[in-house]
């Protein structure tokens, strides 16, 4: 059985062959896709190159740019059709997410369906962000708890692993109309009422160094409205 390393990317030439690099440095029988959506700076180009190198890439192009929620769907689409999955982990292309704690997330399977990098377990945290940024994400995680009961502590946190068996049993249609980083909410949200077993260990999150953050005020609002969708 496989496990399977998903990274949507948009505009991250810059970060993607050094990320690519670190992944197989650790972990050099595991699978990657990267799903582009036809970032402008060349990302899908510089990804074919690596795959040269590292045969275990592969790249999913889309035509244009939908969202972090569609690029997923459209992945997790993919690794369902295959038989020798065991489990997709949700990272993203700016190193915010360290390929180094991904070892012990997939250890951590043996016990549990999902496994979260949290910031907010013992032990975890952020590097580089703005005061307002945290204050952001500290009111973020404790409203979405609020409303939904969901026993998360970082339930906007993108660094995921999940046991192919327990996506099977969410219905994609449900999260599909999520685009930005509410698609994590409603991933997360779906796969608890499921029966899912949820652990959360720590990471540190870092502040991207290369490239833009795609977080926006429209995403904000999505985020504000999608927990009391789910009621």
Not at 160 to 189: H, M, P, Q, T
């Amino acid at each position: 059985m496989q496990d399977i390393i998903i990274i949507p990317t948009f505009n991250e030439r810059k970060n993607i062959p050094e990320l690519i690099k670190e992944i197989f440095s650790i972990l050099p029988s595991i699978r990657g896709l990267v799903v582009d959506d036809n970032s402008p700076d060349g990302t899908a180009e510089e990804v074919s190159i690596l795959q040269k190198r590292f045969p275990n890439v592969s790249l999913l192009w889309r035509a244009k740019k939908e969202g972090l929620g569609p690029a997923y769907i459209a992945a997790f689409e993919k690794a369902l059709e295959e038989k020798n999955i065991r489990s997709i982990i949700m990272m993203d292309a700016d190193f915010s997410h360290h390929p180094k704690y991904i070892p012990d997330m997939l250890n951590a399977l043996r016990s549990h369906d999902v496994i979260i990098g949290s910031r907010y377990a013992r032990g975890g945290g952020t590097e580089g962000w703005e005061w307002y940024r945290r204050l952001l994400s500290w009111c973020g995680n404790w409203y979405f708890r609020f409303i939904t009961r969901a026993p998360i502590r970082d339930c906007t946190g993108g660094f995921n692993c999940i046991r192919l068996e327990a996506l099977r049993r969410v219905d994609l249609k449900k999260i599909s109309a999520f685009k930005g980083y509410a698609f994590i909410f409603a991933l997360k949200f779906y796969l608890w009422k499921s029966g899912s077993s949820f652990l959360e260990i720590p990471i540190v999150f870092k502040n991207r160094t290369q490239g833009k953050s795609k977080i926006s005020n429209r995403i904000i609002q999505e985020g504000i409205m999608t927990p009391w969708r789910f009621l």
